[in-house]
């Protein structure tokens, strides 16, 4: 099979789409399959490439009024022979540009918007309309709409959409990231400086979304206990960036360390000196830290957004709704033994948000979807040779 993968941005761009489409992309290849990936030219990246056996198209964008125009997107798709389409997004380029056009193309199409962001954060009436009107029509030209969460499922339901073409495919991690801790984990703690007994980290910057000042005022109760470690780069001008999370943590007494943006090794290195992950996210489509915790065989606590409540029902973590039940989670975990029982869960649990059974749920919805259309274009041929 040739699946084609749309994404608004690819690797070497980090970032929690860009993983997964990634992931899909190689976990295709190593599976026997054949993937191509349309996205956007990256300064410094070449027009097309072979990457880990994927064959990446990039595509230069004009740029007008804040918006990013493709060139030469839909004669790009048309002139690619997939055996299918997997679109990645909403409310963003490579979907709003392909979505007056779907019905036009003939291969089974897969969309996956990884979440609701604009409707959820910044709910303007242009966004309701987006989402409740015009979304739910664009989905009757898909296949299938495959939702990271039951959570985006019901939301999808709630606009009308049928429950028949929604497929939910829990995001994976790479657990042979997590098999043992990587060098430097035994030295996390000195490097950044902490001096209380007890380490929570947090992966992911300084979003709006993320709400690193949930996890400041949550830790503010057991402070003489606890410190955080805020993994992620700063986004000025978002009322929860790195200067307003410090000036909290410098009020409440938290122990906050902020190195911003970190290699991967790093970042997992610091995942496998934490006694407890930490995720104050007031938004989601999935939130993939939690599993990268339980791969880690490390427990995580967080509030309900994305997967959270899902991975919580494991034994993993904890999901929480205030800061006094964040607090008081992280007292239930101060013990040695706690910690270690729900690690077992959380790795246990792991193998069920795996890339590799990630790709496996995707490969079922594309043959489902591929015979559905196979059977659809034959029932027409018939009717056709009856007239």
Same mark, same amino acid.
């Given at each position: 099979?040739? *699946?084609?993968?749309?994404?608004?941005?690819?690797?070497? !761009?980090?970032?929690?789409?860009?993983?997964?489409?990634?992931?899909?992309?190689?976990?295709?290849?190593?599976?026997?399959?054949?993937? =191509?990936?349309?996205?956007?030219?990256?300064?410094? =990246?070449?027009?097309?490439?072979?990457?880990?056996?994927?064959?990446?198209?990039?595509?230069?964008?004009?740029?007008?009024?804040?918006?990013?125009?493709?060139?030469?997107?839909?004669?790009?798709?048309?002139?690619?022979?997939?055996?299918?389409?997997?679109?990645?997004?909403?409310?963003?380029?490579?979907?709003?540009?392909?979505?007056?056009? +779907?019905? %036009?193309?003939?291969?089974?199409?897969?969309?996956?918007?990884?979440?609701?962001?604009?409707?959820e954060m910044h709910p303007r009436w242009r966004d309701r309309y987006y989402f409740e009107r015009y979304f739910p029509r664009v989905l009757r030209r898909f296949d299938a709409y495959t939702?990271?969460?039951?959570?985006?499922?019901?939301?999808?339901? %709630?606009?009308?959409?049928?429950?028949?073409?929604?497929?939910? !495919?829990?995001?994976?991690?790479?657990?042979?990231?997590?098999? =043992?801790?990587?060098?430097?984990?035994?030295? !996390?703690?000195?490097?950044?400086?902490?001096?209380?007994?007890?380490?929570? *980290?947090? +992966?992911?910057?300084?979003?709006?979304?993320?709400?690193?000042?949930?996890?400041?005022?949550?830790?503010?109760? !057991?402070?003489?206990?606890?410190?955080?470690?805020?993994?992620?780069?700063?986004?000025?001008?978002?009322?929860?960036?790195?200067?307003?999370?410090?000036?909290?943590?410098?009020?409440?007494?938290?122990?906050?360390?902020?190195p911003g943006a970190l290699s991967r090794e790093e970042t997992i290195a610091a995942i496998f000196a934490s006694d407890v992950v930490v995720l104050g996210s007031q938004y989601e489509g999935?939130?993939?830290?939690?599993?990268?915790?339980?791969?880690? @065989?490390?427990?995580?606590?967080?509030?309900?957004?994305?997967?959270?409540?899902?991975?919580?029902?494991?034994?993993?973590?904890?999901?929480?709704? %205030?800061?006094?039940?964040?607090?008081?989670?992280?007292?239930?975990?101060? @013990?040695?033994?706690?910690?270690?029982?729900?690690?077992?869960?959380?790795?246990?649990?792991?193998?069920?948000?795996?890339?590799?059974?990630?790709?496996?749920?995707?490969?079922?919805?594309?043959?489902?979807?591929?015979?559905?259309r196979a059977g659809a274009r034959g029932r027409a041929r018939d009717r056709g040779s009856t007239r």
């Amino acid at each position: 099979m040739h *699946v084609l993968l749309a994404s608004h941005r690819y690797a070497p !761009v980090p970032g929690g789409t860009e993983r997964v489409v990634q992931s899909i992309a190689e976990g295709l290849v190593a599976a026997g399959h054949r993937a =191509t990936v349309i996205t956007q030219q990256e300064p410094g =990246t070449p027009a097309e490439e072979t990457v880990h056996g994927v064959e990446v198209r990039r595509l230069r964008m004009r740029h007008w009024m804040g918006i990013r125009f493709p060139v030469r997107y839909l004669n790009s798709l048309r002139a690619i022979d997939a055996d299918l389409f997997h679109l990645h997004g909403n409310r963003i380029w490579c979907a709003d540009f392909y979505f007056p056009k +779907a019905a %036009s193309f003939a291969w089974p199409q897969v969309l996956t918007g990884h979440g609701f962001y604009q409707y959820e954060m910044h709910p303007r009436w242009r966004d309701r309309y987006y989402f409740e009107r015009y979304f739910p029509r664009v989905l009757r030209r898909f296949d299938a709409y495959t939702p990271d969460t039951e959570r985006e499922a019901a939301q999808l339901r %709630s606009w009308g959409v049928l429950p028949e073409r929604l497929k939910v !495919v829990p995001l994976g991690v790479a657990l042979d990231e997590f098999r =043992t801790p990587p060098p430097g984990a035994d030295g !996390v703690r000195a490097k950044h400086g902490i001096t209380r007994p007890r380490l929570a *980290v947090y +992966a992911g910057g300084f979003f709006e979304n993320k709400r690193v000042d949930r996890l400041v005022q949550g830790i503010a109760p !057991v402070r003489d206990r606890w410190s955080l470690l805020a993994i992620g780069r700063d986004v000025p001008g978002s009322p929860f960036n790195l200067a307003a999370c410090a000036r909290l943590a410098e009020s409440l007494g938290v122990e906050m360390r902020a190195p911003g943006a970190l290699s991967r090794e790093e970042t997992i290195a610091a995942i496998f000196a934490s006694d407890v992950v930490v995720l104050g996210s007031q938004y989601e489509g999935f939130g993939l830290l939690p599993v990268e915790a339980m791969a880690a @065989g490390r427990p995580f606590v967080g509030y309900d957004a994305g997967a959270v409540s899902m991975l919580a029902a494991t034994g993993a973590g904890e999901c929480v709704d %205030s800061a006094a039940g964040f607090a008081g989670a992280l007292g239930a975990l101060e @013990g040695a033994g706690e910690r270690e029982r729900r690690g077992k869960l959380g790795i246990a649990a792991a193998i069920e948000y795996s890339e590799a059974a990630m790709v496996q749920r995707y490969l079922a919805v594309y043959g489902e979807v591929s015979r559905a259309r196979a059977g659809a274009r034959g029932r027409a041929r018939d009717r056709g040779s009856t007239r």
